[in-house]
């Protein structure tokens, strides 16, 4: 196993000793209930039609009920996102990210095949030579993510979305999420290597093998 790997599958795994319950169980059937709304981004079963707006199916419940909390308080902003997170109460959000986890999320759209290689050895090797880690340390080889640690999944995200965030990450303009492991991660990233990460990730099925 190359060093890099190991040394993040190490951060991760103390990581995740120490993460807190972000979540508690929510009501799937009342979570769909009322996820009239969201449907007009997302797609009634969680898998987005645009490539600019996340697939939510199948996404850890945790994960999604973190990142309403953190639209809601303002820790991460979005023109949309954060005006629709407000009126939520704590239980609406317990019950989307319940609702939207119990999904089974489709393949995400890529932009350019041509990547697929370079992303996929960047994905599950990183580069040595700039020590950028594997990404699938922390969100798995098949890009399932890590529900214990709240890493998300990635897997079938459309590679569009996944390189805005990305570069978001790199460029600071996006802090949260795994305690603040991502923006040191991006700025180690050519954006070649985001751009071929992100079309891999879109391609990997499934996101949950369980």
């Given amino acids: 196993m190359k060093k890099s790997v190991l040394m993040a599958l190490i951060s991760c795994v103390g990581i995740s000793m120490s993460a807190p319950l972000l979540a508690q169980s929510g009501d799937a059937e009342r979570g769909q209930s009322i996820s009239g709304v969201c449907m007009a981004c997302h797609g009634p079963d969680g898998n987005s039609f645009n490539p600019e707006w996340p697939s939510l199916a199948g996404q850890s419940a945790q994960y999604t009920y973190q990142q309403l909390l953190d639209y809601k308080e303002g820790r991460r902003k979005d023109p949309l996102m954060t005006d629709q997170a407000k009126p939520l109460s ?42 950028l880690t594997a990404c699938s340390a922390c ?6 993510g890590d529900r214990a640690a709240v890493y998300p999944a990635v897997g079938s995200q459309h590679a569009m979305y996944n390189i805005a965030q990305l570069e978001h990450y790199r460029d600071g303009t996006r802090i949260t999420d795994t305690r603040n492991i991502m ?16 079309e891999y990730m879109a391609h990997i099925l499934p996101r949950f093998p369980n």
Wanted: glycine share 14%.
């Fill in 183 to 198: 923006p040191g991660i991006a700025q180690k990233m050519s954006d070649e290597e985001i751009r071929a990460v992100a």
């Fill in 90 to 131: 704590d239980q609406d959000m317990r019950d989307l990210a319940a609702f939207y986890a119990t999904q089974i999320p489709t393949p995400g759209m890529g932009m350019d095949p041509a990547l697929l290689d370079l992303g996929r050895q960047v994905y599950l090797g990183g580069n040595s030579a700039t020590g």
């Fill in 139 to 144: 969100h798995g080889p098949n890009g399932a």
